[in-house]
């Protein structure tokens, strides 16, 4: 079966496939997500270090939150695009932690999805790493 994909190049960075803009830069792919007005990193990277080697108790605001995750695992495309529809189970990431009370006890939180679930964790030692668990950064959509 042979699927055509209808894509426009929008400016020298910038794509959009079948309705989807993608952002390339810095060798780093982003994905335009309109809806949350955000453009999230297509791929998990910094594997197997901790929350605490990536800084991310500084970074918190550059993270999915939980929220976000259920929107983006739950949307036909998106999750396909961002592997959160179970098609890798090597590529659970750190998210924002949302428990003031966690937070305060150096926990971080992570999303993952399995072939047959998905999940999202809050309570991990910001010590802990993983050669499944990295970090995907977010950031407010360019204009």
Known sequence: MNVKMKT???????????????????????????????????????????????????????????????FLANHPKYSKILKMDGSSDNDDFFIKQQFDLNRKNGYVSRFGAYSDFVYLYSNRDSSYSGSSLGVRFIRSKSK
């Not at 830069?25 to 080697?53: T, Y």
Request: net charge negative; charged share 40%; with cysteine.
């Open 8 to 70: 426009k190049k929008i400016n020298k960075n910038t794509i959009e496939v079948d309705g989807v803009r993608y952002i390339k830069e810095d060798s780093r792919g982003w994905l335009e997500i309109p809806e949350l007005g955000i453009e999230v990193e297509i791929e998990v990277h910094d594997k197997n270090k901790s929350g605490d080697k990536l800084n991310l108790s500084k970074r918190e605001d550059e993270l999915l939150t939980f929220e976000q995750c259920i």
